[in-house]
């Protein structure tokens, strides 16, 4: 009865640097006596982006372009609103919305732009159909130029795991 492992989810720091830490949450699964068992992680492990995906120096610029230009990512995809990455995207920038809007870290303006970022956002999600790019571009950049710009760890938390739904979300449209 071995017990699988595999991640589940991810969450990077929404500052990138030498030091970025990045949150790995794993999945457990085993079968017994033919009944399948299942368990996601809620503690993450913490491990430094750089001992993940290796020296920035090392990443192919060629091939991180190709990535974000990839066919795929032009077309005009369907946003199935009952999708389990949708509901917890839609879910994440919705408390994201409600922290900034609560926040005592913030003057009104910020507040006011913030909150004009984050229904951006929103609007993008509420379509039927949404340009899969418009969602790493306008979504995504957004919210990690947000967290990456605020001072409150809780707000940067929150704009981090937005983000990384979305990301997943779009993973998902995309397949």
């Known amino acids: 009865m071995p017990i ?30 033919g009944r399948e068992f299942k368990e996601q992680k809620m503690s993450p492990v913490r491990v430094r ?7 920035r120096e090392l990443l192919d610029p060629a091939r ?3 990535l974000a230009t990839a066919p795929a990512s032009d077309r005009i995809v369907p946003l199935n609103h009952n999708q389990p990455e949708y509901i917890k995207a839609e879910e994440a920038v919705r408390k994201l919305e409600e922290a900034v809007r ?32 418009s969602l790493i571009a306008w979504g995504v950049g957004a919210l990690v130029a947000l967290g990456a710009a605020v001072q409150s760890n809780v707000i940067k938390t929150l ?10 979300l779009v993973h998902g449209l995309l397949g």
Do not use: H
């Open 4 to 33: 699988e492992k595999k991640v589940w989810r991810y969450q990077c720091d929404p500052f990138v640097g030498d030091e970025a830490m990045v949150e790995v949450f794993f999945e457990e699964r085993a079968t017994i006596n």
């Open 49 to 55: 982006m750089v001992d993940l995906f290796g020296p």
């Open 64 to 66: 991180v372009e190709a």
């Open 102 to 133: 609560a926040s005592n870290e913030l003057s009104q303006e910020e507040k006011e732009a913030r909150g004009a970022e984050i229904s951006g956002v929103r609007q993008l999600l509420q379509g039927a159909y949404v340009y899969a790019r």
């Open 159 to 168: 704009a981090s795991d937005a983000a990384n739904w979305i990301m997943q």
